[in-house]
């Protein structure tokens, strides 16, 4: 079993940055591609960014290009995503995902979720 603890939402304003973190225990890390993952209140959860376990490829959702970025860190266990120029439509909340096979833009393609972490921006 695998076990993801997302970290670092908060309330900010409009422009600001924060960085989340997801820790993952429970199996070797480094097998798993990691993805993130944002729900709105009474939306669909939607893809935003991916990378794979070596940190060799990257995904993101057209919204986030340019103001995100996910990275991996294999030695901590640890996935990151850098969120800049933060939006209030970016208000969400966020969750990371892992799967062996690789990256998708589908949630349904992720085999272990955390449990999320509340982003709100303010205008």
């Known amino acids: 079993q695998v076990q993801l603890v997302e970290s670092g939402g908060g309330l900010v304003q409009t422009g600001d940055s924060l960085r989340l973190s997801c820790g993952v225990s429970?199996?070797?890390?480094?097998?798993?591609?990691m993805g993130w993952f944002r729900q709105a209140p009474g939306k669909e959860r939607e893809f935003v960014a991916a990378?794979?376990?070596?940190?060799?490829?990257?995904d993101y959702a057209d919204s986030v290009k340019g103001r995100f970025t996910i990275s991996i860190d294999n030695a901590k266990n640890m996935v990151y995503l850098q969120m800049n120029r933060l939006k209030p439509e970016d208000t969400a909340v966020y969750y990371c995902a892992a799967d062996l096979a690789g990256i998708s833009r589908s949630n349904r393609f992720y085999d272990y979720w955390g449990q999320g972490t509340q982003v709100t921006v303010s205008s």
């Open positions: 990378i794979t376990r070596s940190g060799g490829s990257t």
């Open positions: 429970g199996r070797t890390f480094s097998n798993y591609n």
